[in-house]
Nanobody, 126 residues
Framework: QVELVESGGGLVPAGGSLRLSCAAS????????MGWYRQAPGKERELVAS???????KYADSVAGRFTISRDVEEGNLYLQMNSLKPEETAVYYC????????????????????WGKGTLVTVSS
C-alpha cells in the first residue's frame, strides 16, 4: 500500500509562484509514473504534468514552459514548481501514482487502482 500526502498549496497573487510537494510512504517501490492533477470548482479533474520513473515528463499545453515536475524516485517524493500562475489555475491539486505489478525488490506489488492523495488547495488571486 502507498500513501500520498500533498503540501505546499496556498494563496498566491497572479504571476506568483508556488512549489507543491507530495510525500509518498509505504511500498514506494510499487509506484510507477507519478503525476499532478487539478480540479477547479465545477470542472473535471485534469492532468497537469506527469513523470516516469526514468524521468520522462509530460505537460498539459496550458502549463508547458511555466510548470516543472520532478521526483525523487528513491525517496518517493514528487514536486511541482509552478510559475506565472493565473487566476484560472485556482484548483485543488492532487498527487497521483500508477502502480507497478509484480515482485519488486522483495515487495509484492499488486494490481489495483491508482494511488491518490487528498489534495492541496491552490488559490491564485487576480
Amino acid at each position: 500500500q502507498v500513501e500520498l500526502v500533498e503540501s505546499g498549496g496556498g494563496l498566491v497573487p497572479a504571476g506568483g509562484s508556488l512549489r507543491l510537494s507530495c510525500a509518498a510512504s509505504g511500498d514506494i517501490v510499487c509506484t510507477d509514473t507519478m503525476g499532478w492533477y487539478r480540479q477547479a470548482p465545477g470542472k473535471e479533474r485534469e492532468l497537469v504534468a506527469s513523470i516516469s520513473r526514468s524521468g520522462r515528463t509530460k505537460y498539459a499545453d496550458s502549463v508547458a514552459g511555466r510548470f516543472t515536475i520532478s521526483r525523487d524516485v528513491e525517496e518517493g517524493n514528487l514536486y511541482l514548481q509552478m510559475n506565472s500562475l493565473k487566476p484560472e489555475e485556482t484548483a485543488v491539486y492532487y498527487c497521483n501514482s500508477g502502480r507497478r505489478v509484480g515482485a519488486i525488490g522483495g515487495v509484492a506489488c499488486y494490481y489495483g487502482p491508482d494511488y491518490w492523495g487528498k489534495g492541496t488547495l491552490v488559490t491564485v488571486s487576480s
